[in-house]
């Protein structure tokens, strides 16, 4: 084989399945890739285009009930397909690894991390097995994981979800593989974590001229790594081109329209949603399956299929236009809260907990310091606060306590009555579980998989209102067209739905509630950026209507942006800068503030982030001082470490806790 022909060839591959009434309904549509030594191609598209099915088909592998129809699969130069099961075993985890959206789940949480590392290079290599801890040491190290033999002895659970994504590349790279397969792996890790990973997978790809093939939603991450785009839209290939000219020019009107969707860190502009949405299977086609939803459509799109075509700067494109792009719709801001909207809640002092120290630690003065302290805030009707920070600053872990989920240590939470709410849901009134809902990062692990979306919304409504019968329903389909959602919906269940449509019903059950506060907990993160630009409308249009209030945790800061009246930025369970988010993403602003703006990607393969020298996360919070002194590129020595930083009042409303002065701050600031 030669150096020049491609690792991973694909040709006209078709996939697909058989339907209710016997007839098979494709998946792929003639799909062709090809990636080389060295090289790092980027799969996008939204949920269901086909992305991590044509992934895991050059693998040789396909979901139960998928079938190949059609097509080549190549590695290497021989058809994996037509390959025996032991080979195939040989060269899944050697020579073609894998790292999976959710290393968490991938990870034995039985099995200490030693033990996995040694079976994947048991699997996998020649090595000595005398030689197997020296070696996984060095892949830790590969990864750059602190003290790695403290990391072999550990079980996942033990480990932040930045260090388990670590893990998990260092499992991939034990089999020292010529491709690399990557779906979605920094889906849900924060903006410096996700930084670090992606710098890391950029520089053992170019170290070890390993092909990747790299899988995602965010368009951001696709132009840190990847230097060829290919773009899918109901299964099938619309564009490819070098990443540059895809992302900046792109070729084909749904590319653009994804590019579109994408809110901007600078601004506080909520994307349009792409309306619409993809044909299924069943549906039957006839000519471009994206003239449905596209502003350039003409007669001649809807009467044929058109082929792949040259277009501008390189590209290939699925389309008779290519190169035309549609206006772009500058998108609409969300509602400011006004000034005199009365306060929803009040958090006075809030501590949380996660382990509850025994008599003999207090005896000995050991207690370590709290997960969260010292948080306090107002929320007003009809405003949106944001919490922002890396995985383990503490946001999750606030809502859960204002939601009576985790018990607070101390504090006070006070809704707009000003009776206090109990600390635990179980001794909460029913008006007080009424007034606070939450709806969590993942639908699929809050909606029960065996009832109808019927059951799920009749629940709250019940329960809080008393309603049986025709009323219940009638409520449950207007609970449905709020969220944008058919009636049709009520009898199906979860797993019949996509992705963005369970998030959806979890926010109609939050709402069958009548609610005064939301407690939104990473509820983007998993969405593509068109389905997240219609949540995000929807929210939006909730605070509009209905003056709902929402705290609304994301790593994504230009989201954050977006649909926030304020931020709050944390680390450690610490409060370092609360204030309107246009002053909390300017200048000046609190070291860590500017370390996690500076980290944000953008769409922009010229785009590079300002990371922090080190990507180690802190074992905890100090006893004392400044909760980001230990990383602090800026800290002043001894004051930094020996006492709390004074609250310092950069405008109205903007306060920053640091011991640099405000005007050196500026300087800190993202530019």
Known sequence: MSAAAPLIDIRKLCVGFRGRAGTILPVLHEVDLSVCRGESLGIVGESGSGKSTLALAAMGYLRPGLQKLAGAVLFDGQEMFDRPAAELARIRGGKLGLIPQNSGQALTPTLRIGAQIAEALRLHCDHDPATHRARACDLLEQVRLPEPEAILRRYPHELSGGQQQRVAIAMALAGEPDALLLDEPTTGLDVTTQAHILDLLRDLARARSMAMVYVSHDLGVIARVCDRVQVLYAGET?????????????????????????????????????????????????????????????????????????????????????????????????????????????????????????????????????TVAGVT????????????????????????????????????IVPGDGTRLAGAVERRRPQDLRRIQMIFQNPDASLNPRHTIAEILAQPLRLYFGLTGQALAARAEELLATVRLGAECLDRRPGQLSGGEKQRVAVARALAADPEVVLCDEITSALDVSVQAAVLDLLNDLKARRGMAFVFVSHDLAVVRALSDRVAVLYQG??????????????????????????????????????????????????????????????????????????????????????????????????
């Open 238 to 370: 619309v564009l490819t081109g070098p990443a540059r000219a895809v992302l900046r020019a792109p070729a084909h009107p749904y590319t653009a329209a994804l590019l579109a969707a994408i809110p901007r860190l600078g601004e506080r502009t909520l994307p349009r949603a792409l309306g619409g949405r993809p044909p299924g299977p069943d549906e039957p086609r006839e000519g471009c399956a994206f003239a449905p939803r596209c502003a350039l459509a003409t007669g001649a799109c809807r009467a044929a299929r058109p082929d792949m075509a040259e277009a501008p700067d390189g590209q290939a494109a699925r389309c008779l236009f290519p190169g035309a792009a549609p206006s772009r719709d500058a998108g609409h801001a969300a509602p400011a809260c006004p000034a005199d909207s009365p306060c929803v809640l009040r958090v006075v002092d809030l501590s949380v907990r996660h382990a509850r120290p025994g008599w003999h630690m207090r005896l000995r003065g050991r207690v370590p310091p709290a």
């Open 377 to 412: 805030f107002d929320l007003r009707r009809g405003e949106t606060l944001g919490l922002v920070g890396e995985s383990g600053s503490g946001k999750s872990t606030i809502l859960r306590a204002l939601a009576g989920l985790l018990p607070p240590a101390s504090g006070e």
């Open 574 to 671: 610490r409060l370092c800068e609360t204030g309107p988010a246009a002053a909390v993403h300017g200048a000046p602003s609190h070291p860590y503030t500017a370390a996690l703006l500076g980290a944000a990607l953008a769409p922009d393969p010229d785009h590079v982030p300002r990371l922090l020298a080190e990507d180690a996360v802190d074992p905890g919070p100090p006893a004392r001082g400044c909760p980001f002194q230990r990383r602090c590129p800026v800290r002043r020595g001894a004051i930094c470490e020996t006492d709390t930083p004074p609250a310092r009042e950069a405008a109205p409303g903007h306060l920053i806790r640091c011991h640099i002065p405000l005007h050196e701050l500026c300087a800190t600031a993202p530019g």
